[in-house]
C-alpha cells in the first residue's frame, strides 16, 4: 500500500465547513490545517513546492474567485479542490475558469476526495514550462491567462485562426427550432452570422464542413454527451471557443465542459443581450488566446 502521508496538502477551512472531513484526510495525508487567510498565505509561502494540492473550502463569493485567482498566478503548480454549500451559478462558472481540478458539494464523503487526491499524486511531477503550458490550455480567465503567457517567455504569437469580431460566424445547435430560429433572427440583426443545428450529430457534420468563429451549444439535446461533444466540436474546429445553453444547472457537467474548453454557461430563460454580451466576452477572449498562444 502507498504512503500517503509522504504527499502534503493544504486544507483551508475559514468556516469550519469540513472539520471532521479534514480530520480524516489528515489521518490519510500530510495535511496543514488553517482558518485564516493569513494562515494560508504564511503555509503557502513556507512549504511553497512540497503543497501540490489545496482543499479550499469556500461560499463561491467573488472575494473566494479574487483569492483562488491571486493564489494561482503564483502558485501555479497548486491543484485546487473546492468544497462549498453555496452554488451561485454565475460566481460558480468564473471560479470554473480559473482551472479548478474538482469541486464538490461539504456534504460530499472523504473517500471521494481522496479519490481526487490519489488521482493527482499518481500523475507525474512536471517543470515549470510543462505546468505552464499546461494551464495555459486549461484556464479560460483573461487575467490569469495572461499571468501564465507572460510567465511562459519562449511563447509566439500565432494568428492562423483568429476569430472574426466584426461579423462572426455562429453555430447555433440547439433542438427547439422555435428557440433556434428566434436566436438566429436575434444574431442576425446584431450584425451575426448563425448557423442553425438541431442535434449533436448534425453539429459534429456541420463543424466537418465549415468554420465558425463561435458555437453556442444546448446541453439538452437528445443525442448529446456533454463534455465528450464540447471536445468533440472544438476538436473539429480548431478550437472554436463554446457557450453552453441549458435549463438545469449541473455543476458536475459544467466543470467537465469547461476543462474541454466551454467558456461559458448561460441558464433558460435568458435575457438575449446577455447572451450578447457573453458572445461578445468570449470573442474576446479567444482572440487573445490566438494572438498569444505558443507555437507547437
Not at 81 to 108: M, N, P, R, V, W
Not at 116 to 122: A, P, Q, T, V
Not at 194 to 223: H, M, Q, R, V, W
Request: net charge positive; with cysteine; glycine share 2%.
Amino acid at each position: 500500500m502507498k504512503n500517503t502521508k509522504l504527499h502534503n496538502i493544504i486544507i483551508f477551512d475559514p468556516n469550519n465547513l469540513i472539520e471532521s472531513k479534514a480530520n480524516q484526510l489528515s489521518s490519510n495525508y500530510t495535511s496543514f490545517v488553517c482558518s485564516q487567510e493569513s494562515q494560508l498565505n504564511l503555509l503557502l509561502q513556507k512549504h511553497n513546492r512540497s503543497i501540490r494540492t489545496l482543499i479550499y473550502c469556500t461560499k463561491f463569493s467573488m472575494h473566494d474567485y479574487e483569492k483562488i485567482k491571486a493564489i494561482k498566478s503564483v502558485f501555479f503548480h497548486l491543484e485546487f479542490i473546492l468544497l462549498t454549500h453555496h452554488h451561485d451559478i454565475q460566481i460558480f462558472t468564473e471560479i470554473a475558469k480559473l482551472g479548478i481540478y474538482s469541486i464538490h458539494h461539504t456534504s460530499i464523503h472523504p473517500a471521494i476526495i481522496m479519490l481526487d487526491l490519489d488521482e493527482i499524486y499518481s500523475k507525474p511531477q512536471h517543470s515549470d514550462q510543462e505546468i505552464l503550458q499546461k494551464n495555459m490550455t486549461f484556464v479560460l480567465d483573461h487575467d490569469l491567462y495572461n499571468t501564465y503567457n507572460y510567465l511562459l517567455k519562449n511563447s509566439k504569437p500565432s494568428i492562423s485562426s483568429q476569430p472574426n469580431l466584426n461579423s462572426p460566424r455562429l453555430l447555433i445547435v440547439e433542438d427547439n427550432k422555435v428557440l433556434n430560429s428566434k436566436l438566429c433572427h436575434w444574431f442576425k440583426t446584431k450584425n451575426m452570422i448563425p448557423t442553425a443545428c438541431f442535434s449533436a450529430s448534425e453539429a459534429l457534420y456541420t463543424c466537418k464542413k465549415n468554420k465558425y468563429d463561435l458555437i453556442l451549444l444546448d446541453l439538452g439535446l437528445p443525442d448529446n454527451h456533454c463534455y465528450k461533444l464540447v471536445k468533440k466540436l472544438r476538436l473539429l474546429s480548431g478550437n472554436t471557443p463554446v457557450i453552453l445553453l441549458t435549463a438545469y444547472k449541473d455543476y458536475e457537467t459544467l466543470l467537465g465542459c469547461m476543462k474541454e474548453g466551454a467558456f461559458e454557461y448561460i441558464t433558460k430563460p435568458f435575457n438575449p443581450n446577455h447572451i450578447i454580451n457573453k458572445i461578445h466576452q468570449t470573442l474576446t477572449y479567444a482572440l487573445l488566446r490566438s494572438e498569444s498562444a505558443p507555437s507547437t
